[in-house]
């Protein structure tokens, strides 16, 4: 048996005993957010010793909110709370996704120079390249699987540029990612140990980078300094770890989860095809839509938030993908509607802590769909059941077969 397949408890009542490693939850969460919303928009479980799940946007916007009474510390729910010693606020183990004001301030403005618009842009024809060179793989195939060929390289590709890591270590990175989103639910004896080889790949890279520095995201973070004193090594390692965590599984994700839509939608791919123009404004769409990505705070202290009785230590769910789906804040909320006018989703966050790499991710998501359309104007689904669906708190589409169509 794999690690994916444990046993795991079946769920009967997303309200008292939600799990988000669920198989029902993983195949299709929004109408379980819909059913909640309506009769208790705040879930509890016993599972990961003690969590929360509010879904309506007014909510998660409190969470993400309030850093007085939550704290980033620990933002992957596991099964293992880790006492307050270690990686401690408000420094916390990847920085600045983990840390808490003052310092999150500080660790996040060290970060954003290198995904400012113009870096970014810079970046966009190797991109498209890379695009590129992964359908020209596909070559004449006209039945294939999306995601595995193509929409998994995308990210991996721009990340290992960016760290200045190993091209050919990606089918590691993507081994991390699913190490640190994907397998939550393991007990700890099991989880610990996995990420202790990780731990061991991001110092064999800090060391090769103080040997060999070069123009890359690592060498910068070794050599940035905060108030004349350069980053402790643990900080370094711990945004690398981010950038690469951060970076790779979520893109590929909405990647993956908007060439499944269009696959089942032939009259939004032959707008995207026919009007070009429109990507920018669909991309929002789809990011509103599939939003891939959750986290996760731990209450500082026993708190009541709207009206449920939080203890220290609990955990605290931020669905920006249920907030995405909640009919009080977007007009059709249910809908994909390609041109929405108004569209102030919160897939990026809200607050302190909203993505850093948004602008990167944007253009990765157009440039791969542009990219994925101008190839192939027509396509569908060739094995509905066989598409599968990352669990856990990063959400996506993993197995995409596909075929094209004439
Ligand atoms: C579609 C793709 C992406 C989505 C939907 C997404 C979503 C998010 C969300 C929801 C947060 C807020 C976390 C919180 O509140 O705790 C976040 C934070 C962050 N993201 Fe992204 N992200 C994406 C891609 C990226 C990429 C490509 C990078 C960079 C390589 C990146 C880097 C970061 C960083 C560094 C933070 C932490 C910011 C802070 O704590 O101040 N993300 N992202």
């Not at 929002?284 to 009785?309: H, I, N, Q, S």
């Amino acid at each position: 048996m794999s690690l994916d397949e444990h046993v795991r408890r079946p769920v009967t009542d997303f309200a008292t005993d939600w799990d988000h490693t669920d198989p029902a939850w993983v195949e299709d969460p929004y109408p379980i957010w819909e059913d909640l919303r309506q009769h208790c928009p705040v879930a509890h479980t016993e599972r990961y010793g003690g969590a929360w799940l509010p879904v309506t946007h007014e909510m998660v916007s409190a969470v993400a909110h309030d850093t007085q009474r939550f704290t980033s510390r620990q933002p992957v729910m596991v099964k293992f709370k880790p006492p307050e010693d270690f990686a401690p606020a408000p420094v916390g183990i990847a920085p600045p996704i983990s840390s808490d004001p003052p310092f999150h301030a500080i660790a996040r403005r060290l970060i954003l120079p290198a995904f400012a618009p113009g870096p970014v842009n810079a970046l966009e024809p190797e991109v498209r390249a890379l695009c590129r060179r992964h359908l020209d793989e596909l070559g004449d195939e006209r039945v294939f699987d999306a995601g595995a060929r193509y929409a998994q390289f995308i990210s991996p590709g721009v990340i290992a540029r960016m760290l200045g890591f190993p091209d050919e270590d990606q089918d590691r990175f993507r081994d991390f990612v699913h190490r640190v989103l994907d397998l939550v639910d393991l007990e700890p004896e099991v989880r610990g140990p996995l990420m202790e080889s990780m731990g061991e790949y991001f110092e064999a890279q800090v060391e090769d980078h103080l040997a060999h520095p070069r123009d890359d995201f690592t060498t910068y973070l070794l050599n940035v300094e905060i108030a004349g004193e350069k980053l402790a090594r643990e900080h370094v390692v711990g945004t690398m770890v981010l950038t690469l965590v951060a970076g790779i599984d979520t893109t590929w994700s909405a990647i993956g989860a908007s060439i499944w839509h269009l696959a089942q939608h032939p009259e939004d791919l032959a707008r995207l095809v026919d009007e070009p123009a429109l990507m920018p404004v669909a991309v929002e769409e789809f990011l509103r839509f599939y939003a891939p990505v959750t986290m996760f705070r731990r209450a500082k202290e026993d708190l009541d938030f709207f009206g449920c009785p939080v203890k220290k230590d609990d955990w605290m769910t931020v669905s920006f993908p249920a907030a995405n789906r909640d009919p009080a804040a977007f007009e059709d909320a249910d809908h994909f509607v390609i041109d929405r006018a108004h569209n102030r989703h919160v897939a990026f966050g809200l607050g302190i802590h909203r993505c850093a790499g948004s602008n990167l991710a944007r253009m990765e998501l157009r440039v791969a769909l542009e990219e994925f359309l101008a190839r192939y104007p027509r396509f569908e689904l060739s094995d509905p059941s066989a598409v599968t669906w990352a669990a856990g708190q990063v959400r996506g589409p993993r197995a995409l077969p596909l075929r094209v169509v004439d």
